[in-house]
């Protein structure tokens, strides 16, 4: 940043930082009565997370040195990921006391510095790009930010009344972003509660009573194939399976010459299909329609569903049910390291199935909340692309305040 507006000033950031402190290293000792120790995991997203916990002996001195108080921000500066360091979160109050580990370092800043406007402004991608560019890859394969490299840093300095404007006003975004967020997570918690009684006909819908029927997967799907032969001039777009039943991709594109098969299947939208070595992930899903006509190799077997007994979109979240895929998994076999699901095991799992036109019932509820889902995530995409716009804007004084 070679200039910023009338006011403004560029400083070195060791300048106006109180102290910079590594944290606690860890034994090997863990005490469900010992102090919270933050790790990596706990900073997500900006905020500290308590999800998963570990607790960790500590003496009086130590927890002295090394426990948090409201206002320090925490500063991620050791990682095997780059994704990971520099990630920020600021400490709140906090009733039960708290210390951080040696992969973190804790800054507190000089009274010239508002603490959550420099939290805003560590976590910008304006200053994310630069601290990248001078990540050390350390013995043990580790990304490292040391703290000479992070007092180096030159930032801006705008007036303490002004540092306070802008983080009220991306602390607003923020309070927004966390309610969206807190409502997808609460729609995918129905969702799941919906599955669980749906699909086991715990609760059906008006006018069903007539029993289900327990099915071999073989009954109900066909296995096909549609073998094509590679040709040294074509392209040819490549599906693969995500883990945790989270869809079919596109995962490659490669030309004809760099395919080492002779031949490869072609996929149809509404193909049901699996990662032969990745059932233990959960790597099912089903085709969707702008993926027609793509290809996979034979670690992808395709079926097709009969429709006097399964809807295509009924299987879909059938993959979800941790019965299923236990199942699934159980079935595998082979040696440490290539293990896998043959078709022919796949088509011996049995389900338990409603008549059609109940499936076709369930499948639109599940859709309707999967439809919800999406639209909150789109709305949450574009809330966190304009709060970046005016994170840009803001800590650069493009746009000022009025104080």
Same mark, same amino acid.
């Given at each position: 940043m070679s200039s910023v507006p009338p006011g403004w000033t560029i400083e070195?950031?060791?300048?106006?930082?109180?102290?910079?402190?590594?944290?606690?290293?860890?034994?090997?000792?863990?005490?469900?009565?010992?102090? =919270?120790? $933050?790790r990596i995991a706990n900073i997500t997203g900006g905020r500290i997370s308590l999800h998963e916990i570990s607790q960790y002996e500590m003496t009086d001195e130590e927890l002295s040195t090394y426990r948090l108080k409201p206002g320090d921000l925490l500063f991620v500066r050791v990682n095997g990921s780059a994704q990971y360091i520099g990630r920020c979160a600021l400490v709140g109050n906090w009733s039960v006391p708290m210390a951080f580990d040696e992969n973190i370092i804790r800054l507190r800043a000089a009274k010239t510095y508002s603490p959550k406007f420099l939290y805003y402004l560590l976590s910008s991608p304006? #200053?994310?790009?630069? /601290?990248?560019?001078?990540?050390?890859?350390?013995?043990?394969?580790?990304?490292?930010?040391?703290?000479?490299?992070?007092?180096? /840093?030159?930032?801006?300095?705008?007036? $303490?009344?002004?540092?306070?404007? =802008?983080?009220?006003?991306l602390s607003t975004w923020d309070e927004a972003i966390g309610t969206v967020e807190a409502l997808i997570a609460a729609l995918k918690r129905r969702k799941q509660g919906l599955m669980q009684r749906?699909?086991?006909?715990?609760?059906?819908?008006?006018?069903?009573t007539e029993p289900w029927r327990e099915?071999?997967?073989?009954? *109900? /799907?066909?296995?096909?194939?549609?073998?094509?032969?590679?040709?040294?001039?074509?392209?040819?777009? $490549?599906?693969?399976?995500?883990?945790?039943v989270a869809g079919v991709h596109i995962h490659d594109t490669r030309d004809g010459g760099d395919i080492v098969t002779a031949s490869l299947s072609q996929v149809?939208?509404?193909?049901?299909?699996?990662?032969?070595?990745? #059932?233990?992930?959960?790597?099912?899903?089903?085709?969707?329609?702008?993926?027609?006509? *793509?290809?996979?190799?034979?670690?992808?077997?395709?079926f097709r569903a009969e429709s006097d007994y399964l809807v295509t979109d009924y299987m879909g979240y059938l993959f979800f049910d941790r019965k299923f895929q236990k199942v699934a998994t159980d079935l595998c076999r082979g040696t440490t390291g290539r293990v896998r699901l043959d078709p022919a095991d796949f088509l011996r799992i049995e389900v338990l199935l409603p008549r059609p036109d109940e499936q076709v019932m369930i499948t639109n509820l599940l859709k309707s909340v999967d439809e919800t889902i999406q639209g909150r995530e789109v709305y949450l995409s574009r809330l966190r692309e304009?709060?970046?716009?005016?994170?840009?804007?803001?800590?650069?004084?493009?746009?000022?305040?009025k104080v």
């Open positions: 070195r950031f060791g300048d106006h930082i109180e102290f910079a402190q590594n944290g606690f290293s860890r034994r090997e000792t863990v005490s469900e009565f010992g102090p =919270i120790v $933050l304006l #200053v994310r790009s630069r /601290l990248l560019a001078e990540i050390n890859w350390s013995t043990g394969g580790q990304f490292t930010i040391s703290q000479p490299i992070l007092k180096s /840093l030159k930032l801006p300095l705008p007036p $303490l009344p002004e540092q306070r404007k =802008i983080a009220a006003i749906l699909l086991t006909g715990e609760v059906r819908f008006p006018g069903f099915v071999r997967l073989g009954e *109900a /799907l066909a296995q096909v194939q549609r073998p094509t032969r590679t040709s040294t001039d074509g392209s040819y777009r $490549l599906i693969g399976v995500r883990w945790y149809r939208t509404d193909d049901i299909t699996y990662n032969k070595m990745w #059932v233990s992930k959960a790597a099912f899903g089903v085709v969707p329609q702008e993926y027609d006509g *793509a290809f996979c190799t034979s670690e992808y077997p395709l304009q709060k970046r716009g005016l994170m840009q804007r803001l800590l650069t004084g493009d746009v000022r305040v």
